[in-house]
């Protein structure tokens, strides 16, 4: 069970790293649109909205895909998709039911699960900050 816990929290620290990298780079790449917000137009927010949603899908994915990789190599399911298809449920705290892992896995699959919850929120903190300074004209913390 320990060396189920320690690699559970490898995989949780590794995907708080991609979130963290993930934040970094879309930061960097819209800091001058967020820091010029009123003068964009709609058309221009919607865009770089989209930018940044599809930017951390892309984010949550990569972190799926860790923990499916892990679950697949370790044995516990026995094929690709299914090891997806149970780490995207599972990071995204539904929970079907329909796929399970047993034994001592169950708890790295619990742990997933609060590491998608906690990812879930710092991007969602991320976007509403951003929506707020592209929509909604409030400065950046660089602006104040």
């Not at 001058?32 to 951390?56: D, I």
């Not at 679950?71 to 399970?100: H, K, M, P």
């Not at 699960?113 to 913390?141: C, D, E, H, P, R």
Request: hydrophobic content about 55%.
């Amino acid at each position: 069970m320990l060396l189920v816990i320690v690699i559970a929290t490898a995989l949780l620290l590794a995907t708080i790293v991609v979130h963290g990298a993930a934040v970094m780079l879309l930061y960097n790449c819209g800091a001058r649109p967020l820091g010029n917000a009123g003068n964009l137009s709609p058309l221009s927010r919607l865009g770089w909205s989209y930018f940044f949603v599809l930017g951390f899908v892309v984010a949550h994915l990569i972190e799926i895909m860790i923990w499916a990789l892990a679950y697949r190599l370790t044995g516990e399911l026995q094929d690709l998709e299914e090891a997806i298809y149970f780490s995207a449920i599972t990071f995204a705290t539904i929970g079907y039911g329909d796929v399970t892992l047993v034994g001592k896995w169950r708890l790295a699959s619990a742990l997933e699960g609060v590491n998608g919850i906690l990812l879930f929120g710092w991007t969602t903190a991320f976007l509403f900050k951003v929506s707020a300074v592209l929509w909604f004209g409030q400065a950046t913390t660089d602006d104040s």
